[in-house]
């Protein structure tokens, strides 16, 4: 019998419902900026089923603005698979090749982006990623409360202003209230919250699947080869394989018509003879770990909030795994949100701040579930011969516009509206720091280090100026003292040594122009010369853009840290 007895938890600044990697990365990166978090997950443990592998560029700088990237790549499945690239196609991984996935649209995991980005792919499992994220939090100070489940919530309190989650603890069955000034919904494909606040999750159902984890020592098959995939496809099973440390650990990805075949039927003795069928090896004997069915969707949420509450993650959006888009578009999501509800928070910042998540994430998840549904489409021509298959379908955009060339429409950047091409869609080709875009990785040299670009963002609003910047460090000061805004500013070709001499081709401005950059590393505003009143242009920017009424006071929240800084 439940408890009668209804305590209240705690209070908390944000909670977060989910303790999934978007769960998880969100309660990181909030905490990162200062804001007390409480993190909620139904098990009582993460999952240790094998899931995605791999974090993609863009998701990779963001693990690295977090101070976690050597600590990623340094994992055990990061290190096994650091060689694996490609996908290939067979009748089966004993069988020859039929060929391989080598369209224009694809990106090599290995291939070299060094003049775009600092980092590159990483291939870990997710379970292991979350493992890194969950001791981070905790680091931090996040509060994580596993095998505790949300109720339901309220959104209302005084003046609207807080939310009330009922929750129960699942061990004890004890339940309980929480309050909250906002609430993260990152509680997976089937969310809870999602569906009773009615927000509409349509798409199209691609396929059904099961993977089978399976130990067996298939060295020789592999024959020193190192895919990311074999897709396999045979009269006993259509699939694919792929290898979790080249030599004894597996998934196999296992299509299936729920219609036709009860998935009940996928007992252990039928996965053992689907792995040798996908195998070849018809004596083989493998150890069947896990069976776990997957619904291969492409899906977008009709809307990322609801009040003080916001969706994240597979909440917000489901796509196949083609194209390795997934995870790394929730954390992605994580990070866009986190550092609004700090500024918000902290008062430095206003609440119409908030509505842009949406309007920003919203329409890029939505073109990049469309991108991993074409890919999924694609992958079917694999079986014929490279010299039947049928034309690439024109949609689709190349790997790396995807990662790292989305561009925001929002209030929270400057208009925009050249530069896109039609058929790119919400991405662009050109790579020059336009309002709204990833700012450009450009690499620097400060005293006898070598750092990125990207690696001044994070915690607060940056100013990116040229060497003749005392305009702007003046306009800085004055600005960020009279609005009560944290506000760096840093000079390239000053204290700081433009490395390859890309600045102004990068960023559109010159010698004397500035670049304001949001702490998520997005261009928020570009002016290509200093104008001639620096201090009220960027006041009205910071203004307008921050969502912040003339006249009313900030503040940072945090008086510890000094308001502005430069270099």
Not at 274 to 300: C, F, H, Y
Not at 325 to 341: E, M, P, R, V, Y
Not at 423 to 440: H, I, K, L, M, Q
Request: charged letters at 25%; a negative charge; proline letters at 6%.
């Amino acid at each position: 019998m439940p408890s009668t007895t209804h305590s209240r938890l705690r209070n908390t600044d944000v909670l977060v419902v989910g303790g999934g990697l978007a769960g998880l990365s969100t309660a990181v990166f909030l905490a990162q900026q200062g804001v007390d978090c409480l993190l909620l997950e139904r098990q009582p443990e993460l999952s240790g089923h094998p899931r995605a592998r791999g974090i993609h560029p863009r998701a990779m700088e963001l693990m690295r603005s977090a101070g976690l990237e050597e600590e990623i790549r340094a994992l055990p499945s990061a290190r096994r698979l650091a060689d694996n690239s490609g996908v290939v196609a067979a009748s089966s991984l004993a069988g020859p090749e039929r060929g391989a996935l080598d369209e224009k649209y694809v990106m090599d995991v290995r291939a070299d982006v060094g003049t775009l980005s600092p980092t590159g792919w990483c291939l870990c499992h997710q379970g292991e990623l979350e493992d890194v994220l969950r001791d981070r939090a905790e680091r931090l100070g996040v509060a994580l409360r596993f095998h505790t489940e949300l109720l339901f919530l309220e959104q209302g309190g005084p003046a609207g202003e807080e939310i009330t989650a009922h929750v129960r603890d699942r061990a004890t069955d004890t339940e309980r209230t929480v309050k909250a000034r906002y609430v993260v919904a990152a509680d997976g494909a089937h969310s809870g919250i999602r569906q009773a606040l009615g927000i509409p999750f349509d798409g199209e159902v691609l396929g059904h699947y099961v993977n089978v984890h399976f130990r067996a020592d298939l060295t020789e098959q592999l024959a020193g080869r190192r895919f990311l995939m074999c897709c396999v496809f045979n009269e006993q099973v259509t699939g694919a394989l792929l290898p979790l440390d080249n030599a004894d650990d597996w998934l196999l990805h296992i299509a299936y018509d729920p219609a036709a075949t009860d998935l009940e039927s996928f007992t252990e003795e039928r996965c053992a003879e689907l792995v040798r069928a996908a195998t070849g090896v018809a004596d083989l004997g493998p150890r069947i770990l896990s069976v776990s069915p997957w619904e291969g969707a492409a899906r977008t949420a009709g809307r990322f909030r609801d009040g003080r509450v916001f969706l994240v993650g597979d909440a917000a959006h489901v796509m196949p795994p083609s194209g390795g888009f997934g995870s790394s578009t929730g954390i992605q999501d994580a990070h866009n949100l986190a550092w609004k509800l700090a500024a918000v928070l902290d008062g430095w910042a206003g609440p119409g701040l908030l509505d842009t998540y949406d309007e920003e994430r919203r329409p890029i998840c939505r073109a990049t579930v469309e991108q991993a549904a074409l890919r999924s489409k694609d992958r079917p021509r694999l079986r014929d011969e490279p010299d039947r298959r049928r034309p690439v379908d024109p949609g689709i955009v190349e790997d790396a516009l995807v990662w790292l060339s989305w561009r925001y429409r929002s209030g929270a950047v400057t208009p925009w509206d050249e530069g896109v091409l039609p058929e790119y869609g919400v991405w662009s080709a050109a790579d020059d720091g336009r309002p709204g875009s990833r700012a450009p990785h450009l690499w620097l040299r400060r005293g006898g280090a070598e750092l990125s670009v990207l690696d001044l963002f994070g915690s607060q609003p940056v100013l990116l100026t040229g060497p003749d910047n005392r305009p702007w460090q003046e306009a800085a000061r004055a600005v960020s003292h009279e609005l009560g805004l944290p506000l760096a500013v840093h000079g390239i070709g000053a204290e700081l040594t433009d490395v390859d001499d890309r600045w102004p081709e990068l960023y559109g401005v010159t010698a004397q122009g500035a670049v304001l950059v949001r702490p998520d590393g997005v261009v928020a505003w570009r002016c290509a010369d200093a104008p001639v009143f620096a201090r009220d242009t960027l006041r009205s920017v910071l203004l307008r853009l921050l969502a912040r009424e003339p006249g009313r006071p900030g503040g940072t929240g945090r008086p510890e840290k000094p308001a502005v800084s430069v270099t």
